[in-house]
């Protein structure tokens, strides 16, 4: 089996000095200069990133529509910005479609699947042809089902029906339709995906080939003790402490993952104050400690071994910056580029000792 697998990053994630966010981030804080920068739009959001691409670094690029200012407020496509970008020919090889929640600087493009609406259908479909002129049939996007208030049951019919609407399209255009597993919400709220029996009951329901899962590794985790809990995993902690929930996923729903996120948290080990606090934190791969390494390697290695991601051959390394410009404060828990760079040397290593049986998690 060859073991090559494209590891990719967000550009805006790789990008340490994103000036067409400047505008943004003045109006974000109250800046009167933000009115001076009015209708300032850099297209080019993967400037100063030249460094992160090429052999030993990233593969290419996951570029997430909350960030590129392709789509207005109703989720209409600006077509200059897609122009731009198809004409780029960067190596776009996956797509992450508007959410909710998320960083305030992009409200304006907030999507959730669980409000069914025109705007929703509307925003859902225009990403879908985005998808598909920039990279092609083959595209993949990764979707959330959505995060609600409302009795979760009810929250996901609305779900279906929004997928239900552009699968069709979907199909027409060769776009594979992702959804990605969520972490444990704060109390109050639920995250439908959670619980991977969720994705599984929606890929039964939609019953196409071009409906799929990503399984994010972090979110995973993060969800793992409330999983353990409420289905008598036992004993807890040691499926936690082995990262039992990222197994079960890959176990369960095998051949449906054509794509995953990786990312570390540490979930399992913190308390809940603390875990509150911290519930999603993307943190780098160089933030494994020794004692959890192994275990982390032998997931990795069952991803890749038994999903359809050596098949499709895409990674994603969802790693936030820790700050933007060098001051800017982004994620809490984020990278450095130096850290992101490391990551995926770490992550190339694990894919390789799927096959090899060993790995060198020494710093370089």
């Known amino acids: 089996m060859d073991?090559?697998?494209?590891?990719?990053?967000?550009?805006?994630?790789?990008?340490?000095?994103?000036?067409?966010?400047?505008?943004?981030?003045?109006?974000?804080?109250?800046?009167?200069?933000?009115?001076?920068?009015?209708?300032?739009?850099?297209?080019?959001?993967?400037?100063?990133?030249?460094?992160?691409?090429?052999?030993?670094?990233?593969?290419?690029?996951?570029?997430?529509?909350?960030?590129?200012?392709?789509?207005?407020?109703?989720l209409n496509i600006r077509e200059d910005f897609l122009e731009h970008y198809c004409k780029k020919a960067w190596p776009v090889h996956a797509f992450h479609?508007?959410?909710?929640?998320?960083?305030?600087?992009?409200?304006?493009?907030?999507?959730?699947?669980?409000?069914?609406?025109?705007?929703?259908?509307?925003?859902?479909?225009?990403?879908?042809?985005?998808?598909?002129?920039?990279?092609?049939?083959?595209?993949?996007?990764?979707?959330?089902?959505?995060?609600?208030?409302d009795p979760p049951q009810k929250a996901f019919s609305r779900a279906i029906r929004v997928l239900e609407s552009v699968l069709p399209l979907a199909e027409d255009y060769g776009v594979t339709l992702a959804l990605e597993n969520m972490p444990h919400c704060p109390p109050g709220e639920?995250?439908?995906?959670?619980?991977?029996?969720?994705?599984?009951?929606?890929?039964?329901?939609?019953?196409?080939?071009?409906?799929k899962v990503c399984l994010d590794w972090g979110h995973a985790n993060n969800y793992c003790r409330a999983f353990a809990e409420t289905n008598s995993r036992e004993p807890i902690q040691e499926y936690t402490r082995t990262f039992g929930y990222c197994r079960e996923i890959i176990n369960e729903l095998g051949p449906d993952i054509v794509y995953a996120h990786i990312h570390y948290n540490r979930s399992h080990r913190l308390g809940n104050k603390e875990f509150f606090e911290e519930y999603d934190e993307h943190m780098s791969l160089c933030s494994i400690p020794d004692h959890e390494r192994d275990a982390f390697k032998e997931v990795i290695a069952?991803?890749?071994?038994?999903?359809?991601?050596?098949?499709?051959?895409?990674?994603?390394?969802?790693?936030?910056?820790r700050r933007f410009?060098?001051?800017?404060?982004?994620?809490?828990?984020?990278?450095?580029?130096?850290?992101?760079?490391?990551?995926?040397?770490?992550?190339?290593?694990?894919?390789?000792?799927?096959?090899?049986?060993?790995?060198?998690?020494?710093?370089?």
């Open 3 to 74: 073991s090559t697998i494209k590891i990719l990053i967000d550009p805006l994630y790789a990008n340490g000095y994103p000036l067409h966010l400047i505008p943004r981030i003045l109006a974000y804080r109250g800046r009167p200069l933000a009115s001076f920068f009015k209708g300032w739009h850099l297209k080019d959001h993967c400037l100063s990133i030249g460094k992160m691409y090429g052999p030993g670094r990233f593969d290419g690029m996951d570029l997430g529509f909350s960030f590129t200012g392709m789509l207005d407020a109703d």
């Open 97 to 149: 479609a508007t959410f909710g929640g998320g960083s305030p600087l992009f409200a304006e493009t907030r999507m959730e699947l669980t409000e069914d609406g025109e705007r929703t259908r509307r925003g859902l479909r225009n990403q879908v042809i985005a998808a598909k002129e920039i990279k092609g049939r083959g595209a993949i996007m990764v979707l959330h089902l959505g995060r609600t208030k």
């Open 190 to 211: 639920s995250y439908l995906g959670a619980d991977y029996r969720e994705l599984r009951q929606a890929l039964k329901l939609l019953q196409s080939s071009f409906l």
């Open 302 to 321: 069952l991803l890749v071994r038994t999903t359809s991601v050596q098949r499709v051959g895409l990674l994603n390394l969802e790693l936030i910056p």
């Open 325 to 364: 410009f060098g001051f800017y404060r982004t994620f809490p828990t984020g990278s450095t580029r130096d850290e992101q760079l490391e990551s995926a040397r770490l992550l190339r290593e694990m894919v390789r000792a799927a096959h090899t049986g060993s790995v060198d998690m020494s710093r370089g």
